[in-house]
């Protein structure tokens, strides 16, 4: 589970959105400092722009890079430490910018926030040496004795909230070393150079730090924690508020586990601090001592400002990780005896874990944070709680304040009351772990029942039970109008459960039927099903996707026109992009035959008469995917406008992938430069190719990044090899192609039932975009231009990856849509790849299916939210539903139907 991803879910009920969207129903707006509305001072321009409001006098010009001072606050002196920084640099004429309200100062300091940036209140951009030096002396005497968080990316001067780093002062991009766009740093020579950000203060090679910093620097190497009495092994797990490591009592030998907190750090939904936390679970389990279900509390220590909590180590494995190990789905036919085994386990953990729960709560405790990480399973098959951080007595009325997002209480649990309801998502989690699903819509939970209830054997009323303990009081939560100022969400994976309807939804006059965007019902949300239609039942599927697409526009923003991942606000332009933005939807909707998307299509024109300053220059992720989408639907003048700006750009900065990278590039510039019949984007395709081949002589394939797969692999390499061979007939690139191939085989191992996965080396990846069925695609290309015996056996065992029953996301890239569009594409001969093994993960595609204004729609990435785009959400699970019932043979760009196509799937009867 990626936690970052939680910080995106208040803004919108449905969607993942920008923090600072958040709605006012919350109170978030109720939330900003007065000085974020007060008047511009004269002499001074504003700029408002995600997180931060940056103020600057008109006439001041600062350098593009240098130390720059970072303030720190707590929510209780942010207010007060803000004026004080505001009068101060105003009266100077000092650049600077400040997070404008407490919510989003507490978003920044959450449990699961970005460690690097978090703490960062106000942010100073000193002119010169000189005048950092001057303004680092002034704030720290004016902000002596304030409280505030460490900022781990900086240096801290004392004890105070002042702290300083080298870096950017604007935004500069460049590429590192694994292809990723990063924020940078020229050298001295005036290469851009990624600019760390990381957990850890760093200084550049050719940086040296003022004198006056020397003092704090060896304070900060002072701290240490070699006096403490045990040896730190391992780190097990980090969050903003500290670690949790494996550790050993050097006294006695004996393995312990030690549990660090930050001050002021690590913020939950109620405000508490790590270090607040930590002391709440010291006190639970000193109350629970002496139970087999808990672990004991062996000591309690402070290093400097950090605290540590140490615990009896268990010995043993979280639950969640017996999904891989036990778990019969995983499997392409696990047969009745697997299932009725796996049944006897799961309902045997179960009622041990119930049991444990009760113990918990006759010692008069809640846990309040019962979920599949922090249950661990003995070896004896006994089980253990972990993590009591958010407990509390039982006699106390508190509510959740930290929660796994397939877990979370509705806002109306309380007390035991919470336990038993992470207790009843226990009980389908454990067969499905699709629960997070329950955090856009509880009544999922009978359709979850149902399909649990389908394929092992266990007993209709223990599914029953939990499904009544779900969607308790559902109706009454949905139709709330009112949301309670102490149910405000935060970043620590609390989610709401009230509907936001935004007012920049609504539908546009003058579309095509094909493409009118569906008007809202009125009143509170109906009570139709869950999932309005199956996915298999076409066209009707495709209309219900494409309805729910386009009731999802939000044509007045300029940032993105349809809700997608949060990778739309990583990147200049990621709203509009191929992956994750505009342009991969009004593809996938074109593709299907669901329609084109006009007024779609001009809201994209409009955004690329100028596109956005630092937008990348790929095809999944840039201006080139982009541009070849224009140039596909027909707005062929404004697609040669971006190639032209393609071209004045250097690309040798550029990693060498598919997603945005040299590889996509140059694919997209071949495929503009053929229905255009210009020459200069060929020309440039070619030097894309030498980019991705690392000189471009055969054999010498770039190894970059150790990463597999299509989009950031050897495959996607390949496949522009692939289609330049095919152009220009010059065998050489079919080697070359056979090298980037070789090199993603080589990354793959052999698992169970003889499926060929990526290995990541924690993990093993079947996925399209970064795991074997990606390979798999292209390998089926390069077999019908040359034979090979080892790919040719490498594909079947490719195949068997796209056997399983369950993938635990629907997305395209990284999900169940992915081996619909694989298995409807291939040409290996072998069993597996028939229409009965297309059905089955169109089957399993519907266990995720949810609904967005009564119509079909996806979750996206993490499962907390929907998505409409093509990597991650529903346009991607349209294109690969249309791939293979659709008459349109829809496919991703440049991967057409291999020649001869298979036949295509005959269309299941509804309900079949």
Not at 240 to 260: F, H, I, P
Not at 547 to 570: K, V
Not at 577 to 598: K, M, P, Q, T, W
Not at 682 to 698: F, K, M
């Amino acid at each position: 589970m990626n936690k970052g991803y939680a910080v995106y879910c208040d803004a919108d009920p449905h969607f993942y959105d920008a923090p600072h969207r958040t709605s006012p129903r919350t109170g978030a707006s109720r939330s900003r400092y007065a000085l974020a509305a007060s008047p511009v001072p004269d002499g001074w321009q504003r700029h408002e722009s995600g997180d931060w409001l940056a103020l600057r006098p008109v006439d001041t010009d600062l350098p593009a890079q240098g130390w720059k001072i970072h303030v720190s606050a707590c929510l209780d002196n942010a207010e007060s430490v803000l004026d004080r920084v505001w009068r101060h640099c105003v009266t100077g004429r000092i650049a600077f910018k400040f997070v404008p309200s407490r919510y989003l100062l507490h978003q920044r300091n959450a449990k699961y926030a970005d460690r690097a940036g978090s703490g960062k209140f106000v942010t100073v951009y000193p002119a010169d040496e000189a005048e950092f030096e001057r303004l680092v002396g002034e704030l720290s005497g004016l902000l002596a004795g304030e409280p505030g968080p460490h900022i781990l990316s900086d240096l801290r001067i004392g004890e105070g909230p002042v702290h300083v780093r080298y870096g950017g002062f604007t935004r500069r991009d460049c590429y590192d070393a694994d292809g990723e766009l990063r924020p940078a740093v020229a050298r001295p020579d005036g290469v851009l150079v990624p600019d760390p950000r990381g957990p850890v203060f760093r200084v550049p090679d050719w940086v040296d730090p003022p004198a006056f910093l020397r003092p704090h620097l060896d304070a900060r190497s002072a701290v240490t924690v070699t006096d403490m009495p045990y040896t730190v092994e391992s780190a097990l797990h980090f969050s903003n508020g500290g670690g949790v490591y494996l550790a050993r009592d050097t006294r006695t030998g004996e393995q312990v586990v030690l549990k660090e907190a930050r001050p002021h750090a690590g913020l939950a939904a109620d405000g508490a601090d790590a270090v607040a936390r930590l002391h709440r679970e010291r006190r639970a389990l000193e109350q629970l001592s002496g139970l087999d279900c808990t672990p004991e509390v062996l000591d309690h220590l402070t290093v400097g400002e950090h605290h540590f909590l140490v615990l009896e180590h268990i010995d043993g494995k979280p639950l969640n990780t017996f999904f891989a190990r036990r778990h019969p789905l995983i499997e392409a036919d696990p047969g009745e005896r697997r299932l009725a085994e796996y049944t006897a386990w799961a309902l045997d953990v179960h009622a041990r874990v119930e049991r444990a729960v009760e113990d918990v709560h006759a010692r008069g405790v809640v846990f309040n944070d019962l979920h599949l990480f922090n249950i661990m399973i003995r070896d004896d098959d006994s089980v253990a709680l972990l993590d009591f951080e958010a407990a509390h007595r039982v006699d106390e009325p508190g509510r959740q304040t930290v929660a796994n997002p397939g877990f979370v209480a509705p806002s109306d649990r309380r007390g035991v009351a919470v336990d038993r309801y992470a207790l009843a998502c226990l009980r389908l989690a454990l067969f499905l772990p699709l629960t997070s699903l329950l955090a856009i819509d509880r009544r999922k939970a009978a359709h979850l029942a149902d399909v649990v209830a389908e394929h092992f054997p266990v007993d209709r009323a223990f599914l029953d039970a939990a499904v009544d303990e779900i969607t308790r009081s559902a109706e009454a939560a949905r139709d709330d109008e009112v949301t309670r100022d102490d149910e405000v969400t935060r970043s620590d994976e609390v989610v709401r459960d009230d509907e936001v309807t935004r007012d920049d939804r609504g539908s546009r006059a003058g579309a095509a039927p094909a493409t009118r965007r569906p008007s809202p019902p009125a009143g509170p949300r109906p009570a139709g099903p869950v999932a309005p239609v199956r996915p298999d039942d076409w066209p009707r599927s495709r209309d219900s996707m494409a309805g729910a697409i386009l009731a999802s526009a939000t044509p007045t923003r300029t940032d993105r026109l349809f809700p997608g991942d949060i990778a739309q606000f990583a990147t200049a332009g990621g709203g509009l992009s191929f992956a994750h933005g505009a342009a991969g939807v009004l593809y996938a909707l074109a593709e299907s035959g669901a329609g084109r998307d006009e007024d779609g299509e001009q809201w994209l024109l409009e955004r690329t008469k100028q596109p956005p300053s630092g937008m990348p220059l790929g095809f999944h992720d840039g201006l080139a995917g982009v541009a070849w989408t224009l140039e596909r639907l027909g707005h062929r003048d404004r697609a040669l406008d971006l190639t032209e700006l393609l071209l004045e750009q250097s690309f040798d900065h550029l990693g060498p992938d598919l997603h945005g990278g040299a590889a996509g590039l140059g694919l997209a510039l071949d495929s503009l430069a053929a229905t255009t019949g210009q020459s200069a984007p060929h020309s440039a395709a070619l030097r894309c190719a030498e980019l991705a081949a690392d000189g471009g002589s055969p054999g010498r394939v770039s190894r970059g990044r150790a990463r597999a797969g299509l989009l950031h692999g050897g495959a996607g390499r390949a496949l522009l090899f692939l289609r330049l061979f095919e152009r220009t007939r010059d065998s050489a690139f079919l080697d070359l192609a056979h090298d980037a191939l070789r090199q993603d085989l080589d990354r793959c191992v052999v698992g169970a039932g003889g499926a060929l996965q990526v290995d990541e080396g924690w993990r093993t990846m079947p996925y399209l975009g970064a795991g074997s069925v990606g390979i798999g695609m292209v390998l089926d290309d390069y077999l019908a231009h040359r034979p090979d015996e080892e790919f040719a056996r490498a594909r079947t065992e490719i195949v068997a990856a796209a056997q399983a029953m369950f993938y635990a996301q629907p997305g395209l890239y990284r999900g169940v849509a992915g081996m619909v569009l694989y298995l409807g594409r291939t040409t290996a001969a072998v069993p597996g790849t028939g229409p009965e093994a297309v059905r089955r993960q169109l089957d399993a595609l519907s266990w995720h299916a949810m609904s967005y204004r009564d119509r079909l729609a996806f979750p996206g990435e993490q499962m907390m939210r929907l998505s409409m785009d093509l990597s991650t959400g529903t346009a991607g699970c349209l294109l690969a539903v249309a791939s293979v019932l659709g008459d349109t043979r829809a496919t991703l760009p440049f991967l057409p139907p291999p020649r001869p196509a298979a036949a295509p799937l005959t269309r299941p009867h509804p309900g079949s």
